[in-house]
Each structure stands twice: as structure tokens, then as C-alpha cells.
T-cell receptor, first 113, second 114 residues
Framework: DAMVIQNPRYQVTQFGKPVTLSCSQT?????MYWYQQKSSQAPKLLFH???????NEADTPDNFQSRRPNTSFCFLDIRSPGLGDAAMYLC????????????FGPGTRLTVT | AQSVTQLDSHVSVSEGTPVLLRCNYS??????LFWYVQHPNKGLQLLLK??????LVKGINGFEAEFKKSETSFHLTKPSAHMSDAAEYFC????????????FGAGTRLAVHP
């Protein structure tokens, strides 16, 4: 089945130690998104790629970076994780256009110690 | 600007009774509206979507929603709750533009009791 895959599902990192989360898709969608979701909150969009064009949300901290080497893969890099960055990180994909739904991966639960 | 208000943060029902999760939206144009469900420690799954076709939208797992423009509402219903329906539900409106930025409601936690 076509899907969005995230690895790892659970990630533990130390305060200040860089960490990379990965996302891959078999849907061949040209738009990919990264969300941060904290407990009992709605997902918060960090950034998205429209093909190779990177679009950062205005309030996304500089600590968060992303790479999209090809259509299928997208990475979230957290350069110096703080305790406040502990959250669920969700990757999603869609076709372009506001009428298309987003397809979400299962998420990566990040713990910062 | 678009916005979404989910009128109940928590809803509790008994198994086999109807479910109603309420959602109001604000949009300056004809919106695309979605309901997503999230089970604990899982990603979001699309239940149904409205994109200016039929106003009564049927989704997966017996859920449906009715788009009412005059009331700016998009309430989610199910005739008979099942224990497996216990989850967080998000009402979402899609922003305009070449990519579909989603505007999320705060979510409604549905509890289903035996």
C-alpha cells in the first residue's frame, strides 16, 4: 500500500545533541510537511516543501532545519534540542491544491533527556 | 483569514449511542473542510472531506458530516458509537494557495464507555 513512513518511531536524545528524523513516501506527492505536536494540542506546522522549494513558517525556531534530497524522502534536523522540543513529530504529504487532503505518517515521538 | 472552532474539548458517550462532534469554521471563500482522527501515539487519519460537492459527506467507519454554509458548521456524527471510536478528533479547514496549509481546530477528545 502507498503510504508515509517515519523512522524511528521513538527517539531519545540528550539535551543539545543533534538529532535527525526521517520521512519517506510512496505516494509520489510533490508537497511534504513537518508538524510538531505537543501533548493534548493540535499539530503545528513547522515547514513544508513544494517540490524542492522550502517554505518555513514564520514562528519556526532556527533550531529546526529540513532537507528534501528527492521526491520520496524528507528529513527534519534539530540542531540543539532543548527540553521544550520533546514532542511528536508528524510528516505529511499531499498533492498541490487546497482541496486535497494530507496523508500523515505515524509520527516520531522525541524525548529529550 | 480562516479559523476553526471545535465547540467541545471532551465528549463522552456510551457504546451504541449517537456521536456528535461540533465544528464551526470561518472562511472568506468556499472552503475545503476535513475531519481527521488520531488514536493515541498514532498519526492522523482522514475520516472525510468536503470540497464543494455534496453537502452531506460520508466517511470511513460510519462517520458523516454535513456542511451548512448558513450556519458555518461542519459537525461530525455517527449513529452508534463503538469502543474503537475513542480518540482525538480534529476539524480542519484548508487555506488557499498552491499548497494546502491546514488550519486545525483544538481537537475534541471522544470517550466511549461500555
Amino acid at each position: 500500500d502507498a503510504m508515509v513512513i517515519q523512522n524511528p518511531r521513538y527517539q531519545v536524545t540528550q539535551f543539545g545533541k543533534p538529532v535527525t528524523l526521517s520521512c519517506s513516501q510512496t505516494l509520489n506527492h510533490n508537497v511534504m510537511y513537518w508538524y510538531q505536536q505537543k501533548s493534548s494540542q493540535a499539530p503545528k506546522l513547522l515547514f513544508h516543501y513544494y517540490d524542492k522549494d522550502f517554505n518555513n513558517e514564520a514562528d519556526t525556531p532556527d533550531n529546526f532545519q529540513s532537507r528534501r534530497p528527492n521526491t520520496s524522502f524528507c528529513f527534519l534536523d534539530i540542531r540543539s534540542p532543548g527540553l521544550g522540543d520533546a514532542a511528536m513529530y508528524l510528516c505529511a504529504t499531499s498533492r498541490e491544491g487546497g482541496w486535497y487532503e494530507q496523508y500523515f505518517g505515524p509520527g516520531t515521538r522525541l524525548t529529550v533527556t | 483569514a480562516q479559523s476553526v472552532t471545535q465547540l467541545d474539548s471532551h465528549v463522552s458517550v456510551s457504546e451504541g449511542t449517537p456521536v456528535l462532534l461540533r465544528c464551526n469554521y470561518s472562511s472568506s471563500y468556499s472552503p475545503s473542510l476535513f475531519w481527521y482522527v488520531q488514536h493515541p501515539n498514532k498519526g492522523l487519519q482522514l475520516l472525510l472531506k468536503y470540497t464543494s460537492a455534496a453537502t452531506l459527506v460520508k466517511g470511513i467507519n460510519g462517520f458523516e458530516a454535513e456542511f451548512k454554509k448558513s450556519e458555518t458548521s461542519f459537525h461530525l456524527t455517527k449513529p452508534s458509537a463503538h469502543m474503537s471510536d475513542a480518540a482525538e478528533y480534529f476539524c480542519v479547514v484548508s487555506d488557499s494557495g498552491g499548497y494546502n496549509k491546514l488550519i486545525f481546530g483544538a481537537g475534541t477528545r471522544l470517550a466511549v464507555h461500555p
